[in-house]
T-cell receptor, first 114, second 110 residues
Framework: DVKVTQSSRYLVKRTGEKVFLECVQD?????MFWYRQDPGLGLRLIYF???????EKGDIPEGYSVSREKKERFSLILESASTNQTSMYLC?????????????FGQGTRLTVV | SQQGEEDPQALSIQEGENATMNCSYK?????LQWYRQNSGRGLVHLIL?????REKHSGRLRVTLDTSKKSSSLLITASRAADTASYFC??????????FGQGTELSVKP
């Protein structure tokens, strides 16, 4: 079974802290994604990575950065956490176009910034 | 924003009835996918339809795609209480980026 694992299920951080959210997948997928999910807004793409060290901004990259040093790991970094970054964060991975492109999701990290 | 739209935002039906959800998107796509999310969990893939397909079936699910109108619909037939969840459409563009709609919250009452 494909597994996408996010490092924490629940996280509470203080305003101004640097926060790392980690995501690991075990299917050798090329693509990895970070989304945030807020009520009424659905899933919004923060960043997308299509290969090691390659990344593209999504719809809402402001206040976030990412790192993909190894194929299986994609990290989301909140440089200086703010209360408006309180949200559910979802990581996903998928194969590239032309193969079987369904995305597999982690269980989500509910981040609260106080 | 590239995000598509889904309607209705919420749908409440009785067990045994059919549920139809619609999705509209903005850009050209490689495929369109539907996902389900149970409360507080990650998303699970349901069905994929490619841009050159018009209709696809999987069990009680039926998906249609109209690329000229940039829209898709998901039909769940003979719904069950266990189908209660949020349903999202997602479009994959030529670059592999996966963009989700805002979702439809389905409630199936026993």
């Amino acid at each position: 079974d494909v597994k996408v694992t996010q490092s924490s299920r629940y996280l509470v951080k203080r305003t101004g802290e640097k926060v790392f959210l980690e995501c690991v997948q075990d299917m050798d997928h090329e693509n990895m994604f970070w989304y945030r999910q807020d009520p009424g807004l659905g899933l919004r793409l923060i960043y997308f990575s299509y290969d090691v060290k390659m990344k593209e901004k999504g719809d809402i990259p402001e206040g976030y950065s990412v790192s993909r040093e190894k194929k299986e790991r994609f990290s989301l970094i909140l440089e200086s956490a703010s209360t408006n970054q309180t949200s559910m964060y979802l990581c996903a991975s998928s194969q590239p176009l032309g193969t079987d492109p369904e995305a597999f999701f982690g269980q989500g990290t509910r981040l609260t910034v106080v | 924003s590239q995000q598509g739209e889904e309607d209705p935002q919420a749908l409440s039906i009785q067990e045994g009835e059919n549920a139809t959800m619609n999705c509209s998107y903005k850009t050209s796509i490689n495929n369109l996918q539907w996902y389900r999310q149970n409360s507080g969990r990650g998303l699970v893939h349901l069905i994929l339809i490619r841009s050159n397909e018009r209709e696809k079936h999987s069990g009680r699910l039926r998906v249609t795609l109209d690329t000229s109108k940039k829209s898709s619909s998901l039909l769940i037939t003979a719904s069950r209480a266990a189908d209660t969840a949020s349903y999202f459409c997602a479009t994959e563009d030529q670059g592999g980026k996966l963009i989700f709609g805002q979702g439809t919250e389905l409630s199936v009452k026993p």
